[in-house]
């Protein structure tokens, strides 16, 4: 059995595979080598953490890269039902079937409407799997909706069974050519039956037919898992921390559009009991586009720029402490590259930090650390494992001082903006070797390794 099964390979599918990899989960992901047709498609995309204006192709190369890296691998295979048998579930993917303690369902957003009719009738004569339930259609009529010509062959595994196919395909170039097929260009408005399905509607016409295959490169979350009901509903500002005429306009447009969305799903009669899109830059900047929660992140622990601006103080801190030190003559190159050479008699502490760690190289001889007795600048490059500090006007800073690389004395922000990136950056990049220390009214009250042998 699985700890986990990841059903989806778009954004989210990604992001869950790797987070499953990084915390050594025994997982299957499932999805396509192509990951979204829909980021393929996408001429720009804005508003993606880390890829700045990319084309959709860009943002797949840059995904696939990455978990290839790693050695994850994409099962292309569709998952036609999943079961939840009662503390795990069961995962039915053509004939095969797969056992997960947990599952998470990143399918996205089906491009196709579900038809009247569907989820009622489904495994009552509605099937979304050829392979599973086709042979039961063996010498009968059947009418096959297809919204994908990859899905083709899946067509004709069922003409090769059933004695009529009624096809109808979202798409005019269809490549299923068989005497007991009939096509016909189209979206099925209904699909007949009360207790089973008995037949469909299609272009103006109506067909008796024993089942009804419905064919989409991915299966909506609800009907996968059966009685699953969506929560809520939300969009992701892109811009909302900017402050200037060009991104608060792109705020209220996305505003604008996902007001729309949620309008018209009501007006289906498809409601959601949260609705919500306010990140910490709208819970800022915008708090009359909260709807029904807001959703604060960065801001949480005190970080970025807005974070004053609620009164709100940095809950993280990353420290070290004074390895050694040692005495410098004037004229003394320190670090590779010897980017910094000593103007005077110089004392240098070494602190066992680098870039290893999650100081960025970029901080090198333009970043300082805090102490009670003031700052001491970096000086030469910042190596993988160490760094060299400026203790020249400090004398009571000694060996095994605690020192502040970020923290309330010493602002995340401000180097961010040194290094050219954003504080979340740098606070994400601190990595596992580096020990975590919980404190609760300034006593420490669990420790943690994230680093395992």
């Known amino acids: 059995m699985y700890d986990l099964l990841i059903i989806g390979s778009g954004p989210a599918g990604v ?7 990084a915390r050594g989960l025994d997982f299957l992901w499932f999805g396509s080598r192509s990951l979204s047709a829909k980021i393929e498609k996408a001429g720009r995309i804005l508003n993606y953490p880390g890829l700045p204006a990319v084309t959709g192709p860009e943002m797949r190369d840059a995904f696939l890269r990455q978990t290839g890296s790693l050695g994850i691998s994409i099962l292309e295979e569709r998952v036609n039902a999943i079961y939840d048998m009662g503390g795990y579930y069961i995962a039915l993917v053509n004939e095969k079937m797969y056992d997960g303690k947990t599952v998470i369902l990143a399918t996205g957003v089906s491009g196709s409407r579900e038809i009247p009719g569907e989820s009622r009738l489904l495994g009552k004569g509605v099937s979304y799997c050829a392979t599973c339930d086709g042979e039961l ?8 909706v297809c919204t994908d010509p990859q899905l083709e062959e899946e067509i004709e595994f069922l003409a090769g069974l059933a004695s009529h196919v009624f096809l109808c395909t979202s798409y005019k170039d269809c490549g299923v050519r068989r005497e007991n097929v009939r096509h016909v260009v189209g979206y099925p408005t209904e699909i007949l039956g009360e207790d089973r399905a008995a037949g469909a509607v299609c272009g103006g016409e109506t067909v008796e037919v024993d089942g009804v295959f419905c ?34 306009d792109y705020t209220l447009l996305q505003y604008r559009r996902f007001d729309g969305m949620v309008r018209a799903l009501e007006a289906e009669g498809v409601r959601f009991a949260l609705r919500h899109c306010a990140n910490s830059g709208a819970a ?7 709807r029904d929660l807001f959703r604060p992140g960065i801001v949480s ?18 420290k070290t402490v004074i390895g050694t030190v040692r005495e410098l003559p004037a004229d003394t190159s320190v670090s590779y590259g010897r980017t910094f050479q000593t103007q005077r008699p110089t004392r240098a502490g070494v602190l066992p930090i680098g870039y290893a760690d999650g100081l960025h190289r970029t901080l090198s001889n333009r970043w ?26 400090l004398p009571q800073v000694r060996e095994g001082d605690e020192v502040e690389v970020y923290g309330p004395h ?44």
Request: hydrophobic share 45%; glycine share 10%; proline share 6%.
């Open 15 to 21: 992001s869950a595979a790797l987070s499953a990899k």
């Open 137 to 144: 259609y063996r010498g009968k009529r059947i009418a096959v």
């Open 215 to 248: 064919l989409r490169p991915c299966v909506a979350p609800a009907a996968l898992l059966p009685g699953l009901a969506a929560e809520g509903i939300f969009t992701h500002f892109a811009v909302s921390d900017e402050d200037n005429g060009d991104s608060r």
């Open 284 to 290: 800022v900047g915008y708090p009359q586009l909260g």
């Open 301 to 318: 622990y005190g970080i970025g720029h807005q974070a004053g601006l609620l009164g709100l103080r940095p809950v993280m801190a990353l």
């Open 368 to 393: 300082r650390v805090w102490t009670p007795c003031g700052t001491a600048p970096i000086l030469g490059r910042i190596c993988m494992d160490m760094c060299m500090v400026d203790l020249t006007g």
């Open 410 to 453: 010493n602002s995340v922000n401000e180097a961010a903006a040194l290094a050219g990136t954003i504080a979340y950056e740098l606070t994400c990049a601190v990595s596992k070797r580096v020990p975590r220390v919980y404190r609760r009214n300034g006593r420490e009250i669990a420790r943690e390794l994230l680093l395992r042998t």
